[in-house]
């Protein structure tokens, strides 16, 4: 792995945090420490501002060609490297490897997008409602954009958002989970070999316990202009508030409860298809995971049995470094207790569980068995919240209406997926249907040219596709005044 490395990168530099102190990285299969990198605090994100603040100066200058060209390099760099980078995703994250290798491939497409898109940020020419004058719309870079990231997909939800900020010409800082920093680290050591001057790209690795520091000078430091987040509602709210009092662009990306709508019209191999994919990808661990899968009455035993059936023959846990593996550890323990919690809840309150049921012991301390449980009613934790692992529960339901109240009944809003081949039921679903992202027939729908992001408390803008530059520029409207015509 040589793209491991355990310094923290700002202005160009690889060093250590001023106060000298570091926090370990664990592997999620057995709690081994990989190593230790720099925990940075207030003081080093300053600097890490400062500096990305400066070279904004030259960086906003810069062609779109230029800068097309620098993503590009670095997108090559990635494909180039896609190995090492999935060997060091599997070992901070546990996922297994195939998996990783489909981030790094995932994540990687949207630097070679926005390498595309920066030759297209263009601004607008307009009909001027007075004979002598001239209407402009200018797009400029907004600054220095604060990146704050998630453990769940380490290298894709960098990419997506820094090949975006960096698209437009703005300069970033980095702050990537305490859980996985080396993903990001790796990033930085590809983005200095693809010739992006110091300055541009930042990366500051924090602890669990000075990150929330970190969190408020990156919103309350007047020279970062934009704050892009991946992670939990909690955590996002806080950010909103904390923007506040510098009127800071968003771009918010919370977490989901998406509905997974089996209706009696679908082709049940399919959704079931859909399911495996959609619900265990990650271990469950990803904001756009089915949530809560409605299964229509008339298919709903073949569809529980022929799920239960795919989960067994097909879910191999264990070290994801491993050949066959297919599915890897939780993150951390919070997680399991999380986990496990709910379950144990919904079993004391009457809920079936069909396969699964526990954590897995005897493959590590963070393993817990791909579990799908039936019978699940309100009052039971884990029908109303955002589950984050392997615990598909599948509720009946009896008429569309009903499903679709159900569906929404939820303050937030990410992706949702039905399965029908009623072309009438489809539009109508897909527009009634309360999320930022629908999945029609298909459980796995990112991609980069599509539009990521959730409506209601899901989050604010959009990532990916021709949009996702949105957040990191400014539209000036210029009027040159008093015309000779
Ligand atoms: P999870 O609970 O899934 O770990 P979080 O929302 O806590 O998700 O974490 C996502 C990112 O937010 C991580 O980089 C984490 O360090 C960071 N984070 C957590 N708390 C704060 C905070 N108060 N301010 C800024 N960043 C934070």
Redesign the pocket.
């Known amino acids: 792995m040589h793209l491991l490395r355990n310094s923290a990168y700002v202005n160009g530099n690889w060093i250590s945090a001023a106060s000298k102190q570091t926090f370990p990285v664990c592997n999620p299969v057995d709690n081994a420490v990989i190593t230790r990198v720099p925990d940075m605090n207030t003081a080093d994100t300053q600097a890490a501002i400062d500096a990305a603040a400066k070279a904004f100066e030259s960086f906003s200058k810069t062609t779109a060609k230029e800068r097309s060209d620098l993503l590009r390099n670095w997108y090559n760099l990635m494909v180039k490297h896609s190995e090492d980078l999935a060997c060091i995703l599997t070992k901070e994250n546990g996922k297994s490897l195939a998996e990783s290798r489909s981030e790094i491939k995932y994540g990687s497409a949207f630097v070679e997008w926005f390498s595309e898109e920066a030759r297209r940020i263009d601004g607008q020419i307009l009909q001027a409602p007075f004979p002598n004058r001239e209407l402009f719309l200018f797009k400029q870079p907004v600054g220095v954009a604060a990146l704050?990231?998630?453990?769940?997909f380490p290298h894709a939800m960098i990419t997506r958002k820094a090949a975006a900020a960096l698209a437009a010409g703005c300069t970033c800082v980095v702050?990537?989970?305490?859980?996985t920093p080396l993903s990001a680290l790796a990033l930085a050591d590809l983005a200095e070999q693809a010739g992006f001057p110091a300055g541009i790209l930042n990366v500051l690795t924090?602890s669990?316990t000075n990150?929330?520091a970190?969190?408020?000078e990156?919103c309350e430091n007047p020279k970062v202009r934009v704050l892009s987040?991946?992670?939990?509602t909690?955590?996002?709210k806080?950010?909103y508030k904390q923007c506040a009092s510098t009127m800071k662009r968003l771009s918010l990306e919370l977490g989901g409860n998406a509905p997974f709508i089996v209706f009696r019209t679908a082709n049940v191999d399919v959704a079931v298809n859909s399911a495996m994919a959609s619900k265990f990808r990650n271990t469950g661990q990803t904001c756009v995971s089915a949530n809560r899968f409605f299964v229509e009455d008339d298919v709903f035993d073949e569809f529980v049995e022929k799920f239960v059936q795919r989960i067994d023959q097909e879910i191999k846990m264990g070290d994801g470094s491993k050949e066959g593996v297919t599915h890897g550890p939780l993150i951390k323990k919070s997680q399991l207790d999380m986990v496990n919690g709910l379950v144990k809840d919904a079993v004391q309150k009457g809920a079936k569980v069909h396969c699964g049921g526990g954590p897995l012991p005897g493959l590590g301390p963070l393993f817990y068995a791909p579990t799908l449980l039936t019978g699940v009613t309100r009052d039971m934790e884990v029908y109303n919240r955002e589950i984050?692992g392997p615990i598909a529960v599948i509720n009946k339901f009896c008429n569309e209406e009903d499903v679709l109240r159900q569906a929404n009944d939820t303050p937030v809003g990410l992706a949702g997926y039905f399965f029908s081949q009623d072309i009438s039921q489809i539009f109508r679903v897909a527009r009634k249907l309360e999320v930022g992202m629908v999945g029609v027939n298909e459980g796995l729908i990112s991609c980069a040219e599509a539009a990521f992001g959730g409506v209601k408390e899901s989050g604010l803008g959009r990532e990916g596709s021709r949009h996702g530059v949105e957040d990191y520029v400014d539209i000036k409207y210029v009027c040159i005044g008093n015309l000779k015509r």
């Open positions: 704050i990231t998630p453990w769940n702050k990537p989970s305490e859980d924090t669990v990150s929330p970190v969190g408020l990156l987040f991946t992670g939990s909690a955590v996002g806080i950010l984050f």
